[in-house]
C-alpha cells in the first residue's frame, strides 16, 4: 500500500516538474528579450555612437572611422580641439557644436599641387585635417563662433570642417566662425568650408571672416583663399556664402566667392565637375606685392585651371577690393586706436554671446557665445519608480522647442539601520546607472522591447499559478484515495 502511495506522489512530482519545464521555456523567452535589449543597446553602440558633451566629442579622435550622432548642441569654450584624421560619418541631428577653438595642425600630411602641378607635402587645420574617403560624411551640424588661429612654417591649408577633403561629403551643414592663417612656405590657403580638396559639398552656409598673411615678403608663393574651398574641385550644389576676406600676398593670390582655384590634379586628371546653384556674397580685400602681377579675385572662382565642369545658375553679389600699399597686413580689425565696447547678451530661445564693438572705427565682432536656455514647461511621460528611471518632456513656451530628459529612480526611505549604508551608495548608483539619452528611433525600439518583455512577465505569473494549483489538487487527491485505501 505504502508503496503504490509513494509511487503516486513520484508520479505527481513528475507532473509537477513537467510543468516548471514549460514555465521555464518561458522564463527563457523572457530572458531572450531583455538579452535583445541588451544586444540592441550593443548594436546601436557599434553602429552609431551617440556624443552628449565635450569629452565624447574629443572621444571621437580614438575612433575616427565610426558613425556619430550629436544627442544635443555642445559648448566647446575652454578646450583646444587637435585636428585628426575623419574617415566616418557625423550626423549633427540640427545640433550646434559652439566656440570650437583651433591653433593647430593635425598630424596628416597630404600632396597638394599648384597651377603648374608643382607638388608639395602640405599640413591642414580645420574640424578634421582631413575628410577621406567616400562613405566620409558631415551632415546637419553648425558651427558656430567657429575660431581657427594658425601660424605654420610648413605648406598649409585650412577650412571650417576639414583643411583637407578627398571624395567626402558636406551636407546641410552651417558654419559661422573666423579663420586666419600665418605661412610663408611656398603654397597656402584658407576656405569657408574646406581649405584643399575635393568631393561634395551641398545646401550648406558659410558666413566667414577669412585672414590669410603671407608672412615673408622676401620668397614668392601661390595663395589660396575661397568662401567654400581655397583649391581644389569640389562639386558644389546649392550652397550659400556671405565672407569677408583679408589676402596679403607677396606672390601669387587666387581668391574667390566660392573657390580660390579650381583645378584637376594630379597630372593628367579627367573629371567631369558639376558647381551649380550656389551664391555668394561679400568682399576679398587683397594686396599682390609682385611685379609679374596677375591678382586672381573675383565672386565665383579665383583661377579656373579646367573647364570641364557643368556650370549653371550660380550669383553672386561680391566686391573685389585690391590694395597697393603692402608694408600693412590687411586684417578684419585694423584701425590706430582701437577701444572696444563689449555687450553681453544674454542665452534664451537663441544663443547667447558677447558682441564688440569698436568706438573708433565701428567693427563689430560677436564671441563666447553660450548654449540656449529655452522657458520649458515640463510633462512627465513616465514616472520614475523604485527601480526605473521615469521620463519628462519639455515644450518651451516661447518658441515650442521640445526636449525630453530623464527623471531619477525613486529612493526609499531609509531605516536607521541601512541610513549610513545607503549615504554611502547613494552617489553612485545615482549617475551610474542613468540610461543615456538617445535618439528617439532607438528609444522607440527599446520602448517596444520592454513592452514585450512586460507582456511576457504576465504570462509567467498565470503559468505559475496554474502550475502551484494543479500540484496542490494532484498531492490533494493522492493523499485522500492513499488515506481511504489504508482505511
Ligand atoms: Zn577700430
Ligand atoms: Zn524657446
Known amino acids: 500500500m505504502k508503496k ?37 543597446q550593443i548594436m546601436t553602440r557599434s553602429s552609431t555612437i551617440v556624443i552628449n558633451d565635450p569629452k565624447e566629442l574629443l572621444r571621437m579622435a580614438e575612433a575616427p572611422g565610426d558613425v556619430y550622432d550629436l544627442a544635443c548642441d555642445i559648448d566647446m569654450a575652454g578646450i583646444e580641439w587637435k585636428p585628426f584624421a575623419f574617415h566616418g560619418v ?23 599641387y599648384d597651377g603648374n602641378m608643382k607638388v608639395y607635402d602640405t599640413y591642414f587645420a580645420g574640424m578634421f585635417d582631413e575628410m577621406s574617403g567616400t562613405i566620409c560624411k558631415v551632415s546637419d551640424l553648425n558651427l558656430v563662433n567657429l575660431r581657427i588661429d594658425v601660424e605654420t612654417d610648413q605648406p598649409c591649408f585650412i577650412g571650417s570642417f576639414a583643411g583637407y577633403m578627398e571624395d567626402a561629403k558636406i551636407e546641410n551643414c552651417s558654419v559661422q566662425g573666423i579663420l586666419q592663417l600665418r ?12 581649405g584643399y580638396g575635393c568631393g561634395e559639398i551641398k545646401d550648406c552656409t558659410a558666413d566667414v571672416t577669412l585672414t590669410c598673411i603671407d608672412t615673408d615678403a622676401s620668397t614668392k608663393d601661390e595663395q589660396f583663399m575661397g568662401g567654400v574651398c581655397a583649391a581644389g574641385y569640389p562639386d558644389l550644389h546649392h550652397n550659400t556664402v556671405a ?38 556674397s561679400g568682399k576679398i580685400t587683397f594686396y599682390e606685392d609682385n611685379k609679374n602681377r596677375r591678382a586672381y579675385c573675383n565672386g565665383f572662382i579665383g583661377e579656373i ?48 554671446y558677447t558682441k564688440y564693438v569698436c568706438e573708433t572705427c565701428g567693427y563689430e565682432e560677436t564671441d563666447h557665445y553660450t548654449l540656449r536656455e529655452h522657458n520649458y514647461e515640463w510633462v512627465t511621460e513616465k514616472e520614475a519608480t523604485e527601480t526605473d528611471w521615469g521620463r519628462k518632456r519639455g515644450v518651451c513656451k516661447d518658441c515650442g522647442a521640445e526636449t525630453s530628459e530623464l527623471i531619477p529612480k525613486i529612493i526609499p526611505e531609509p531605516t536607521p539601520e541601512s541610513e549610513e549604508q545607503t549615504a554611502e551608495t547613494l552617489t553612485e548608483t545615482d549617475a551610474d546607472d542613468a540610461p543615456k539619452e538617445q ?34 489538487v494532484i498531492v490533494w487527491i493522492l493523499w485522500k484515495r492513499s488515506n481511504e485505501k489504508e482505511a
Not at 183 to 194: P, Y
Not at 324 to 343: A, G
Request: hydrophobic content about 35%; aromatic content about 8%.
Open 4 to 40: 503504490r502511495f509513494y509511487g503516486m506522489i513520484i508520479t505527481a512530482l513528475c507532473i509537477t516538474l513537467a510543468l516548471a519545464c514549460q514555465a521555464k521555456r518561458v522564463k527563457a523567452q523572457e530572458t531572450s528579450g531583455e538579452e535583445g535589449l541588451e544586444n540592441l
Open 90 to 112: 557625423l550626423n549633427g541631428r540640427g545640433h550646434s557644436i559652439l566656440n570650437l577653438t583651433i591653433s593647430q595642425t593635425g598630424d596628416a600630411v597630404r600632396e597638394t
Open 183 to 194: 605661412a610663408h612656405d611656398r603654397m597656402f590657403g584658407v576656405g569657408g568650408m574646406i
Open 243 to 280: 565672407i569677408r576676406g583679408f589676402d596679403s600676398d607677396h606672390g601669387y593670390v587666387h581668391d574667390g566667392g566660392l573657390i580660390g582655384m579650381y583645378m584637376f590634379y594630379p597630372k593628367g586628371k579627367s573629371y567631369r565637375g558639376s558647381i551649380t546653384d550656389n551664391y555668394a
Open 305 to 352: 585651371m579646367n573647364w570641364d565642369f557643368e556650370n549653371g545658375r550660380n550669383k553672386n553679389d561680391f566686391v573685389r577690393d585690391e590694395v597697393y600699399t603692402y608694408d600693412v597686413d590687411l586684417m578684419p580689425h585694423s584701425c590706430d586706436n582701437p577701444v572696444m565696447k563689449e555687450e553681453v547678451v544674454p542665452p534664451g530661445c537663441e544663443f547667447g
Open 439 to 472: 535618439s528617439s528611433e532607438v528609444l522607440q525600439e527599446k520602448e517596444s522591447l520592454n513592452q514585450r518583455i512586460g507582456e511576457n512577465k504576465g504570462w509567467i505569473l498565470l503559468i505559475s499559478i496554474c502550475i502551484t494549483g494543479i500540484a496542490a
